[in-house]
């Protein structure tokens, strides 16, 4: 397993934008696929985004267009740029990695159980 541990939440308007941030520590080998995830309060737990070493990436239809998944492969980190960010993205978003290689579609699917998860990053959107 890896330690995860993310930054960047806060709060933001409506129309604004934020990058959270994903430290992975350990071997890269223990991060082949990682995923960003969240939960609103009274939700289940979403995928959002999914990337896996080759650079294959994934999105749910709720994000397309405005979130973009990176990372930085030198650094272990995992970004999730956020923009036009909407009432509706409030909730606390997660990391998560595996070392095997899903595809990114089944993994924002929850087709898998991810093998390691960051503590989450509170993100708010308001006016």
């Known amino acids: 397993q890896v330690q995860l541990v993310e930054s960047g939440g806060g709060s933001v308007q409506p129309g604004g934008s934020l990058r959270l941030s994903c430290e992975a520590s350990g071997s890269p080998t223990s991060s082949v696929s990682m995923a960003w995830f969240r939960q609103a309060p009274g939700k289940e737990r979403e995928g959002v985004a999914a990337?896996?070493?080759?650079?294959?990436?994934a999105y749910a239809d709720f994000v397309k267009g405005r979130f973009a998944i990176s990372k930085d492969k030198d650094k272990s980190v995992l970004y999730l740029q956020m923009n036009s960010l909407e009432l509706e993205d409030t909730a606390v978003y997660y990391c998560a990695a595996d070392h095997r290689w899903y595809h990114p579609e089944r993994v924002i699917g929850g087709l898998y159980r991810m093998e390691s998860w960051g503590k989450g990053t509170q993100v708010t959107v308001s006016s």
């Open positions: 990337i896996v070493t080759d650079g294959m990436a």
